[in-house]
C-alpha cells in the first residue's frame, strides 16, 4: 500500500539486545521519517533522512541510531533496548513540495 | 522549537451532529496545516491540509480554518457518521510536529 513497508511488524525483544527496524520504500522518494506514537503523546518525530547518508535527529533521538545506505532502505536501530522503548514504530515519507506524508503500517515493538 | 496543543483528547457526539478539534501552536514561521484521521490499529491518513495563504478549506463534510494570528487552526466535520470515529492528529510544519490526538467517539 502506497509503495512503504515496515518489518517486522511485531517484536519481542529482552532488555540490553541491540533491535533493527526496517522501512522500504519503492516510491525513491527522498525524504523518509521515524516516528513513535504512544498514548497520550501523539507521533514523536525520532529521526529522519533527506537523502543516501544524510540524516538527522528529531525531537527523541536520544537511544536510536538510523542508516540510510540507499534510498528504499531507512533503518532505525535501537542499540540497546529499554522498557521506554516499547511503543509502535511508524516509518513515513514525504514528496518535497507536497509536504504529505505517506506512513507505513507500523512495527509494534515490545521490551521486557 | 515548534510546539502544538491539541483539544480536546476525548470528544463524543450523536450521529449527525458536528464535531470541532481545535489546534494551537507557537511558531509564527509554520506554513503548513495538515489533519490526519487514524483507525483504530491502522496507519495515520492525511485527511486535509491547509496553506498559511487560505484562511479555509473544505472537502465534502470536513474543513480545516486558520487563524494565523491568533495561531490556532481547527478541524471541522459535519454530518458526523459512525465511520468518523478514529483518532485526529493536527501537525505543522514541513518536518511534521504532531498533536497528542483526539479520539472523537460517533455514537449511533
Known amino acids: 500500500d502506497a509503495g512503504i513497508t515496515q518489518s517486522p511488524r511485531h517484536k519481542v525483544t529482552e532488555t540490553g539486545t541491540p533491535v533493527t527496524l526496517r522501512c522500504h520504500q519503492t516510491?525513491?522518494?527522498?525524504?523518509m521519517y521515524w516516528y513513535r506514537q504512544d498514548p497520550g503523546h501523539g507521533l514523536r518525530l525520532i529521526h529522519y533522512s533527506y537523502g543516501v547518508k544524510d540524516t538527522d535527529k528529531g525531537e527523541v533521538s536520544d537511544g536510536y541510531s538510523v542508516s540510510r545506505s540507499k534510498t528504499e532502505d531507512f533503518l532505525l536501530t535501537l542499540e540497546s533496548a529499554t522498557s521506554s522503548q516499547t511503543s509502535v514504530y511508524f516509518c513515513?515519507?514525504?514528496?518535497?513540495?507536497?509536504?504529505?506524508?505517506?506512513f507505513g503500517s507500523g512495527t509494534r515493538l515490545t521490551v521486557v | 522549537g515548534e510546539n502544538v496543543e491539541q483539544h480536546p483528547s476525548t470528544l463524543s457526539v450523536q450521529e449527525g451532529d458536528s464535531a470541532v478539534i481545535k489546534c494551537t501552536y507557537s511558531d509564527s514561521a509554520s506554513n503548513y496545516f495538515p489533519w490526519y484521521k487514524q483507525e483504530l490499529g491502522k496507519r495515520p491518513q492525511l485527511i486535509i491540509d491547509i496553506r498559511s495563504n487560505v484562511g479555509e478549506k473544505k472537502d465534502q463534510r470536513i474543513a480545516v480554518t486558520l487563524n494565523k494570528t491568533a495561531k490556532h487552526f481547527s478541524l471541522h466535520i459535519t454530518e458526523t457518521q459512525p465511520e468518523d470515529s478514529a483518532v485526529y492528529f493536527c501537525a505543522l510544519g514541513g518536518k511534521l510536529i504532531f498533536g497528542q490526538g483526539t479520539e472523537l467517539s460517533v455514537k449511533p
Open positions: 513515513a515519507i514525504s514528496v518535497p513540495g507536497s509536504y504529505g506524508y505517506t
Open positions: 516510491e525513491n522518494h527522498r525524504y
